[in-house]
């Protein structure tokens, strides 16, 4: 097993169990405590496990959120490939909303520059980066910058969303599942996403299969409300099921 496929199924068992035993690790995974503990402590800095005496627990047991730097560097391979697909959901032309994320931020580098296309976003590093493009205008939704995700949230941008109506609005999130729909640590984001998707003709969710089956402490979407769910192929068929009987249409990358 190559270290990253090892690293992986750790995540995995801490998101499933609650968290991890260092000595319980080596002994399944057959290699070194040192081994181990080196890996949890490479996750702890991708922003997705913390360390704690004898092991590791998941982020989202602690309420925590990676900042922006962290969450990037964490399965970038899939979110390239979800980025690529996403790109079959762009129209021609007329308005698409980016939400922040680094997912999106992916979509974002790959929006073709021959079609005339307004793009909203409430992310500051992306507007930066669409704002030169041919052919993009774009518009960026104001309020309080978080410095977490440097997301613009609150009244100023819920009250623009309001005024707005894109045909496809792409989606971040730190959640999806069937139970408890779509989440995100923070209330001011939630209220944010969730004025985004009453402002879209169509919603298109992108989440890495990390994402699935992981709930955190604000709803701001049902699953029927969405369109259509790009994720990888890490996400078992069964679950894909799961998923799409609620609403979406669901896409492995």
């Known amino acids: 097993m190559y270290a990253e496929e090892r690293q992986q199924h750790i995540v995995t068992l801490a998101r499933t169990h609650g968290r991890v035993d260092v000595n319980e690790l080596a002994t399944e995974l057959e290699v070194t405590s040192e081994t181990v503990r080196r890996d949890l402590t490479i996750l702890e800095r991708q922003g997705v496990l913390r ?35 996403a790109l079959a ?22 929006l073709p520059s021959d079609r005339p296309l307004t793009v909203v976003t409430n992310a500051l590093p992306m507007a930066l980066g669409l704002a030169s493009r041919p052919n993009l205008t774009v518009l ?42 779509l989440t ?10 969730r004025a985004m998707i009453a402002s879209a003709s169509r919603v298109v969710l992108l989440a890495d299969h990390t994402k699935v089956g992981v709930d955190h402490l604000a709803r701001f979407g049902e699953l029927e409300q969405v ?11 069964r679950t894909a099921g799961e998923l799409e009987a609620a609403g979406p249409r669901v896409v492995r990358a």
């Open 89 to 110: 959901e762009v129209p021609a032309e007329g308005a698409i909303l980016l939400d922040a994320g680094t997912t999106t931020a992916r979509l974002a580098d790959l």
């Open 184 to 193: 995100t640590p923070d209330h001011a984001e939630a209220a944010t996403k």
């Open 227 to 237: 369109d259509t769910l790009i994720t990888d192929t890490g996400l078992d068929e």
């Open 140 to 181: 960026v939704l104001g309020g309080r910058v978080r410095g977490r995700t440097l997301a613009a949230v609150d009244t100023w941008a819920t009250d623009a969303l309001a005024a707005t109506f894109v045909d496809v609005a792409f989606l971040a999130t730190n959640g999806v599942s069937v139970r408890r729909g």
């Open 51 to 85: 360390r704690v005496h004898g092991g590791a627990i998941p982020v989202e047991r602690l309420g925590f959120e990676p900042a922006l730097a962290a969450r990037d560097g964490v399965m970038t391979g899939e979110k390239e490939r979800i980025a690529k697909a």
